[in-house]
């Protein structure tokens, strides 16, 4: 299928596009996927510091699977927020279970 700018428009009257099923349903998830991704961009550049990431919550209690982090959750150590198919945890809350559940040194 020929590639069309639709900056072009303004000089073209009337334009018939044909446009197969599979077509529609490429655009569709292209428009839903960059849309979702500039939602998630924008929320990471206006994040609080005061939110952590999954990755940035196991980093600092020092965990390294993520189904102890789940783990977590279901017992009610940490309570998580989901965005957009992302998960975030208030850093107060992962400092608090941090200072329940420091390992000792061994």
């Not at 309570?79 to 809350?93: A, L, W």
């Amino acid at each position: 299928m020929t590639q069309f700018n639709f900056n072009d428009v303004s000089s073209i009257a009337a334009v018939k596009l044909e446009a197969t099923t599979d077509d529609l349903m490429k655009l569709f998830r292209d428009v839903i996927t960059e849309t979702t991704n500039s939602i998630i961009a924008k929320l990471d550049e206006e994040r609080s510091p005061e939110i952590l990431t999954r990755k940035e919550a196991m980093k600092k209690l020092d965990i390294k699977s993520e189904a102890t982090m789940i783990n977590w959750e279901k017992k009610g150590y940490l309570s998580p927020h989901r965005i957009g198919g992302r998960i975030f945890y208030q850093k107060n809350e992962v400092v608090d279970a941090l200072e329940r559940f420091t390992r000792p040194d061994n």
